[in-house]
């Protein structure tokens, strides 16, 4: 494990921003910290880099304790959301920032090596004011990795850039973390985002961790409501979750537990469609159906799944 | 509109008076009259003023110097104050809220061979001849530092304040200890403030009179004291108006050229 947290607590004035959290991340991995804004999840964060002191617990990082160091002696590194670029300095100027004491020869190689793999070598006498958002990204990267931190902090780096160039982006980030071998621990809001990246996933809510495993599980097998609805859709029908991908819809009675209801609207969303059933017993259901299935609004509809796909919580 | 009619009125046409005084001969009585004349801009050169501007230009550099110094780690005390922020910057304008002539009548006060620093050190039995404090340029240095100080924090102040924290945050994650951060990341990003801070400071201290009037005596004549003898004793206004020209220049010519540097580094 290269980092560990350990009954990690941190308390402000007014408020519990972490509270009792404990997590063990193993070298090399895309760890990600997924949660709704003011879950705790920067705080964590901060508190891993050195930029708030922990009112509790212990942080330990390749095997020694840093919770009581200061940020530069800490070797972790940040990857800001705002992207953090000196503004005076140059592409160049910011990369290599951080190697003023390390000796020149391998510096300058390093350097090289980190802008040509994020494709900024050709653009390293640009100032950050002349760099697009995801240009700036590619920036922050490298003069953080250049570093070799023992692990990569990534503070919601994908929400200040556009749809489109999201998807490319986070394509690029996954790629590089396969080909570095750096730890990510990666923070966002973005469930979408979190269940393609990870290979683990630590779901926050409240200063709290809810549940924390692959992607597959917590989709799968959520352990509480909050998880449940957080990753993915899901319908609840008396009181027991089902995802729209298992709600099967036919025009005719199926077998024994089949619902009636009547399609309210169809959302066309291009590889498939979503139905907003209304059920004869009152719930509102969404299903998901092939997009070249004809039902349409206002049609009486027969809905059921199989029972092995419903997710239960204890009351 | 209406600004440009009142720079004009209240800039460009005084300007345009004294420019034109500049270039006319002296009256018998003071006052100008024709002809049309250069010679009081050929006898600027003249070495026998060289020493006034020289000294001039010495006491105003190390005045900015001086307040830049003194005024940076003010100004950080003062970004970094928490709550009593407001608190603290009241208390750096307060001198405005009195008249500069009685502050540095309390100067000389406190600065003569009589005054309150030469009284307590004889009466502590630290000297027995008091110190010559005032009545020379240090005494006259000591008061551009103090009248201009508050000039020099506040730029640098407001250019603190705006600094993104996040940024010295990213420089301590990349390795750099809080000094590192300051002389790296902090100053750097306070060029544009601390050239604001010189230039008010540097320029009316060029042009200074009533300092270096009152606390430097008749052994330092700066450039003010020049025209202001001019317009009056001496009654040569149009040499008077030539120097004021030419201080203008320098001034203008200083102030282009920091705002140049700005933009470069930004």
Known sequence: ?315 | MPAAILMLLTIAVPAAIVGIYSILSRGAYGGVELPWTSENYTRLIDPLYGGIFLRSFALAAAATALCILLGFPLALFLARSGARKNLYLSLVILPFWTSFLIRLYAWMFLLRDTGLINSALQSLGLIRQPLPLLYNNGAVLVGLVYGFLPFAVLPIYATLERLDQSLLEAAADLGARPMAVLTRVTLPLCAPGMGAAAILVFVPSLGTYITSDLLGGSKTILIGNLVQNQFTTARDWPFGAAVSIGLMIVALLLMFAVRRRGEELL
């Not at chain 1, 607590?9 to 804004?37: C, M, N, T, W, Y």
């Not at chain 1, 390749?62 to 160091?69: E, Q, S, V, Y």
């Not at chain 1, 070797?75 to 100027?93: D, E, I």
């Not at chain 1, 390390?102 to 190689?109: E, I, Q």
Request: glycine share 8%; charged share 20%.
């Open chain 1, 1 to 315: 494990m290269i980092l560990e947290l350990r009954g990690l607590s941190k308390q402000f004035a007014a408020h519990r921003a972490v509270h009792d959290v404990s997590l063990s991340i193993e070298r090399g991995a895309f760890f990600s910290l997924l949660g709704p804004s003011g879950c705790g999840k920067t705080t964590t964060l901060r508190l891993i880099a050195g930029f708030e002191t922990p009112s509790a617990g212990e942080i330990w990082l390749n095997g020694k304790r840093i919770d009581a160091l200061p940020p530069f002696r800490r070797n972790v590194n940040t990857v800001f959301q705002s992207y953090a670029l000196f503004p005076h300095l140059t592409v160049l100027g910011n990369v290599e920032f951080g190697l003023r004491h390390t000796p020149s020869a391998d510096a300058a190689l390093r350097v090289r090596q980190v802008l040509e793999q994020v494709q900024m070598w050709d653009k390293q006498s640009r100032r950050p004011s002349e760099l697009s958002g995801g240009e700036r990204q590619r920036v922050a990267l490298a003069r953080a990795l250049v570093l070799a931190p023992d692990v990569l902090l990534l503070d919601e780096p994908l929400s200040a850039l556009d749809p489109q160039l999201r998807k490319q982006v986070r394509a690029e980030l996954k790629a590089l973390q396969r080909q570095t071998g750096v730890t990510f621990l990666f923070i966002t809001h973005d469930q979408e985002e979190a269940l393609a990246l990870s290979d683990r996933i630590a779901v926050m809510r409240g200063g709290e961790i809810e549940q924390s495993g692959t992607p597959q599980e917590l989709y799968r097998t959520p352990r509480t409501r909050f998880v449940a609805s957080f990753l993915g859709e899901i319908n609840w029908v008396d009181g027991v979750g089902i995802r729209p991908e298992c709600v099967w819809v036919a025009r005719a009675p199926g077998p024994d537990g089949s619902r009636p209801g009547r399609i309210a609207h169809t959302t066309f969303l291009g590889p498939y469609r979503h139905l907003a059933i209304q059920l004869e017993s009152g719930e509102v259901v969404t299903a998901q159906t092939a997009a070249a299935a004809t039902f349409h609004a206002a049609e009486n509809v027969q809905v059921s799944w199989d029972p092995a796909d419903e997710l239960r919580f204890p009351a």
